[in-house]
Structure formats: C-alpha cells, structure tokens
C-alpha cells in the first residue's frame, strides 16, 4: 500500500527519499571516518604476517556498528536523540552536549547534500529502477569523495561491489545495454591506465592512483561508453580549475598530490544524469546539428 502510494504521489516519493538521504549522510559521515582506519588496521595486520612478526595486542572491536560513536574531545557517547541528521547539530548549537567542545560543520553539511542529492535523484527519474540504482550510486560516489579528498584513497570495498552491481543492473537494461557497460567499464579503466603509463614514461612520475582507473571503470559500468568522454573531459577542467584555487589558498606547491577522485565522481555524477542535453548542446553550438 505504502510503494503504491509512493509510486503515484511524486512529491511525497521525493521528501521519502530526502528523509532516507539525511539518515544514509548520517551513516556515510561514519564510513568516512572509520572505513580507513578499519583498512589501515588490516594493512598492518597483514604486513605483520607477512613479516612473520608478533601480532599486536588484542584491540577492541572497531567497525561500521561498533563501539557506538563518541565525541573525540570527551569520550561521550552519543545518544540516538544527539544522532537526528541536522536537526540534533542545530539544537545542539554545533556544541557537544557534554564537554560543549564545538562539532565540525562537515557531519551536517555531509547530511544535507546526501539528502538533496537524494530528493533530487528521486524527481529526476521518479518512481523507477532508474532512481534505486542512482540513489545506491550517489550515495557510494559522495562516501568515496570524502575519503579520497581525506586520504588520497578510493577503497576498493567501495569501488568494486559498486562496479559489479554497474553491470548487474545494466543486464536489465536500467541505464544502458550490457554491452555498452562492458565497454564501459573496459574503456573506463584502460583510458586513464594509459595516461597513468604515459605520464611516468615522460616524467617518470606517478600522476593517479589505480584506484581512479576503477573509479572511471564503475562509472562506464553505470552509464556505458558514451558517459566517458564528457566525464574526462569535465573532471579535467573542474580540476584543474579548483587544484590551482586550491593550491593558492594552502600556498602548497603545485608538486602537491591532488586527489582527483572526487572530480571524476561529481563530473561521472553529471553525466549520468546531463550526459545527453550536455552533448545535444554542445554539437548544436559547435554547427555540427
């Protein structure tokens, strides 16, 4: 009763999607912080054995669910009614309710742009398959975001399930052909594999991380081939243009690293949704419709 309402009552599908958005941002915040040190651990971990070293002591229980999330000034528990998306953060006046030390804006604004990405997704395709994979995808591309602009690292417990579930979906057609998603994923991955190569033959410099070829190669597995093109070509710009006002603003040097993750999921992000008027505008600008 409750899908068949949704299915025809556009306005209250989206604010049920905004709603669903505010508690995944409220998740996402949690597997920003914590998926890396959980990999890190394992790293050294697995380092350890195979250096044949002695384990480290046994440590507490830290993953995804557990321990419960605490404030990192005074160790206070957070409680579910301190936990509401935004609305906790406002009430709160951005201050813990123990210690009153002050809580980052980025776990609301995190929250907020989960769920407008959400609502969004949900008017744009409405009621369908479309928007069940688009929304899994939204929330997977702003979660690797975050990471890569934290830790210059796109984990491939992220990457590759979304990728693989790219293809599933498209064998039933819901954004492209199965074929065009092969292709895509290939093309995806071979395209910035070659650039990686080029640029270390004539620099003998590293220019990306292998987790970016993945991160391309999920996005063509989603959209096909043909979201490629314009995906390189609009990560390219608005990362050149943010690395350099980025660069200037922490007066870094231009040898310093710059993930460029986050690019290719905003402008992998647009073309899935664009890709199409984004294109028909361009070739009717440049004379060629």
């Known amino acids: 009763m409750a899908l068949e309402f949704l299915a025809g009552n556009l306005p209250a599908f989206v604010f049920s999607c905004l709603l669903l958005g505010l508690l995944i941002g409220s998740f996402l915040n949690v597997v920003v912080y914590r998926l890396p040190l ?91 398959w479309q928007t069940a994979g688009m929304l899994l995808l939204t929330w997977g591309l702003l979660a690797m975001s975050l990471i890569d602009a934290d830790h210059q690292l796109l984990p491939d417990a992220l990457v590759l399930p979304l990728l693989w579930l790219g293809l599933v979906a498209n064998y039933f057609g819901v954004f492209t052909s199965l074929g065009d998603a092969l292709w895509g994923a290939v093309a995806g991955y071979l395209s910035l594999w070659s650039v990686y190569w080029l640029f270390k033959l004539v620099t ?44 200037r603003l922490r007066n870094a040097e231009t040898s310093t690293p710059i993930p460029f993750g986050p690019y290719l999921a905003i402008a992998g992000w647009i073309a899935l949704l664009w890709g199409d008027p984004i294109t028909g505008t361009y070739l009717q600008f440049a004379g060629f419709r």
């Open 204 to 247: 003998g410099k590293e220019g990306m991380g292998y987790g970016d070829f993945k991160l391309l190669a999920m996005l063509g597995a989603w959209g096909g081939w043909q979201v490629l093109p314009l995906t390189i070509l609009l990560s390219s710009l608005v990362g050149a243009v943010l690395g350099v006002i980025m660069l």
């Open 38 to 128: 959980m990999l890190e651990r394992d790293w050294k971990a697995q380092a350890r054995e195979i250096l044949d070293l002695p384990g480290e002591p046994q440590q507490t229980t830290f993953n995804l669910i557990l321990p419960n999330s605490q404030c990192p000034h005074c160790a206070h528990e957070i409680k579910p009614w301190e936990n509401i998306p935004v609305l906790s953060y406002l009430a709160l006046r951005g201050k813990c309710s123990s210690c009153k030390a002050p809580i980052s804006k980025r776990y609301p604004l995190v929250e907020l742009a989960c769920g407008l990405l959400s609502a969004y997704v949900a008017w744009h395709f409405g009621f369908t």
